[in-house]
């Protein structure tokens, strides 16, 4: 069991450009979570998707950002037109069900230039 | 609105050392609290899990207390080595919540 997978690591984009982040959630684990991490603060709920289905983004910037999870593949969180303070550490974690408990991915660092 | 707290944002020990990370939230009403360590680039690994029933939970040389009713809980690290040095931080999840709320983590600094 491989564990979340996120990729990339690393993500360089120039301002104005769009980034796609991607997470392959634990095998047999339906319920996928994004959060982001600001530089020297705490970790943030973005939303909260199970396959096909957004439950909550209620954390999510309502203007540039979306998130989905088909029915295959991985989740993937994109970010249109990138301005500088959208450079943070994007976290995926998922679960079995709503009240189990996370493992989290390693995270993709988003750095817009 | 839930708002975790940790004190000391920053704490440096010399090697051997027992210490205690703090962790406070705002609202009793929990349904587990969790510890868990990030190294500098890396993700999130978790330490210690709590359910709101328990009043703490062991592992090696970590123990972590709760104490709903006061809003608080402490992660005890014994014997400290300096590959202990990360950043802990902690995460509350509420009754009948999926979200994780987290504190802004305590940088520790475990000196040879």
């Known amino acids: 069991n491989a564990g979340v997978m996120q990729n990339p690591r690393h993500l360089v984009r120039r301002r104005g450009q769009e980034a796609r982040l991607r997470c392959s959630p634990m095998k047999g684990h339906s319920h996928v979570y994004w959060y982001r991490q600001l530089p020297e603060e705490g970790l943030k709920f973005m939303v909260y998707l199970q396959k096909e289905n957004i439950i909550d983004e209620s954390g999510m910037p309502k203007e540039r950002f979306s998130a989905e999870f088909p029915k295959e593949g991985p989740s993937i969180l994109r970010i249109q037109q990138v301005v500088r303070g959208d450079s943070a550490a994007y976290f995926c974690a998922s679960s079995p069900g709503d009240l189990e408990g996370y493992t989290f991915g390693s995270g993709t660092r988003l750095t817009v230039v | 609105k839930q708002e975790v707290t940790q004190i000391p944002a920053a704490l440096s020990v010399p090697e051997g050392e027992n210490l205690v990370l703090n962790c406070s939230f705002t609202?009793?009403?929990?349904?587990?609290l969790q510890w868990f360590r990030q190294d500098p680039g890396k993700g999130l690994t978790s330490l210690l899990l709590i359910q709101s029933s328990q009043r703490e939970q062991t592992s090696g040389r970590l123990n972590a207390s709760l104490d709903k009713s006061s809003g608080r809980s402490t992660l005890y690290i014994a014997a400290s080595q300096p590959g202990d040095s990360a950043t802990y931080l902690c995460a509350v999840r509420e009754d009948s919540s999926y979200k994780l709320i987290f504190g802004s983590g305590t940088r520790l600094l475990v000196r040879p």
């Open positions: 609202d009793s009403a929990i349904y587990n």
